[in-house]
């Protein structure tokens, strides 16, 4: 109804008053449409002088945001039972020569249930460098390979892109990566499976990872960049943990609308996740049907062999 959209904008705007940035989007969308930012950036109003003046900068920035919410919501009716959601900013990014990027995993989804997670991740950046003062920008705030054919500079975009292997000489800094920032509360999922090159066959605990012999760490071209595939591992076990297991029958039939893998059914699912200044890898969003043009002409036959490997 009008009035729970008029609830959710008062509801991001109370959020945007707390301090930092927020996204909010559809939470069945693609492609970042819908997309606003709302807030104000911490480490501008950090800057400043404390006091009245500070206070009314960020008051004022969270009114813009609640108000350019309100009316996206408000101009939506047509599509009124979509969901709508509010996510945190990565404020602190790190970034490929002063531009957002984030990582595109690919991952395949087996039967009752096998997941492969593949070692070839794609850096996906923005066409414009990154910076907090314009928060409409999405060419510079959207690193989505949809954004930047539509508003940005898809060429520029496509040409800072870069594999897991090749990117930490491309980054602007390499800090070290938190490692175990995921855990599992309750059972463990019964198998999950990562890949070399190809999808090899392996286990996974909460707490690590046990490789089979034909894993070589070496073809992500340094520890840091399997420090990265290693988080992205957990971060994916998390997920498909949480979409399998219910806490009651409440849940469990809720859930099996939503994800219900079937035997000698296969599904592949691009998994979206960006890295931050303090080494965290944060999770995005998980995409069915992820688009494999996002590797471009320069990586289409990695595209390829991802595919002949499934």
């Known amino acids: 109804t009008q009035g729970d959209r008029a609830a959710f904008a008062s509801q991001a705007g109370a959020l945007a008053r707390r301090g930092g940035?927020?996204?909010?989007k559809r939470g069945d969308s693609s492609n970042a449409k819908d997309m606003v930012i709302v807030g104000s950036d911490y480490s501008l109003s950090m800057s400043m002088n404390k006091g009245s003046a500070v206070d009314k900068w960020c008051e004022d920035a969270a009114a813009r945001g609640e108000a350019r919410v309100r009316d996206l919501m408000m101009g939506a009716s047509e599509e009124s039972k979509r969901p709508w959601m509010i996510q945190k900013y990565i404020e602190r990014p790190l970034l490929i020569e002063q531009r957002k990027f984030h990582l595109r995993a690919m991952v395949l989804a087996v039967g009752r249930l096998k997941v492969y997670l593949h070692t070839q991740m794609?850096?996906?950046?923005?066409?414009?460098?990154?910076?907090?003062?314009?928060?409409?920008?999405?060419?510079?705030?959207?690193?989505?390979?949809?954004?930047?054919?539509?508003?940005?500079d898809v060429k520029a975009s496509e040409g800072q892109d870069c594999l897991l292997k090749d990117l930490h000489h491309r980054v602007d800094s390499t800090p070290a990566i938190h490692k175990n920032a995921c855990r599992l509360q309750g059972d463990k999922p019964d198998s999950i499976y990562v890949s070399g090159y190809g999808w090899h066959h392996t286990?996974?605990?909460?707490?690590?990872?046990?490789?089979?012999?034909?894993?070589?760490?070496?073809?992500?071209?340094?520890s840091w960049a399997c420090d990265v595939w290693g988080e992205a591992l957990r971060i994916v076990r998390v997920i498909f943990h949480a979409a399998t297991h219910a806490n009651d029958a409440a849940m469990e039939k809720k859930q099996a609308r939503i994800f219900f893998p079937l035997p000698s059914c296969f599904e592949v699912f691009g998994v979206d996740l960006m890295l931050d200044l303090d080494g965290r890898v944060w999770l995005l969003e998980v995409n069915c049907d992820p688009d494999f043009n996002v590797f471009g002409d320069t990586h289409k036959a990695v595209a390829q062999r991802i595919v002949d490997d499934a």
């Open 203 to 222: 286990s996974s605990d909460p707490t690590g990872h046990r490789r089979d012999a034909s894993f070589d760490p070496r073809e992500f071209g340094s």
């Open 21 to 24: 940035l927020w996204v909010v």
């Open 122 to 152: 794609i850096a996906l950046t923005a066409s414009r460098p990154y910076s907090t003062t314009s928060l409409e920008d999405l060419a510079a705030h959207a690193s989505n390979h949809s954004v930047q054919e539509r508003i940005g």
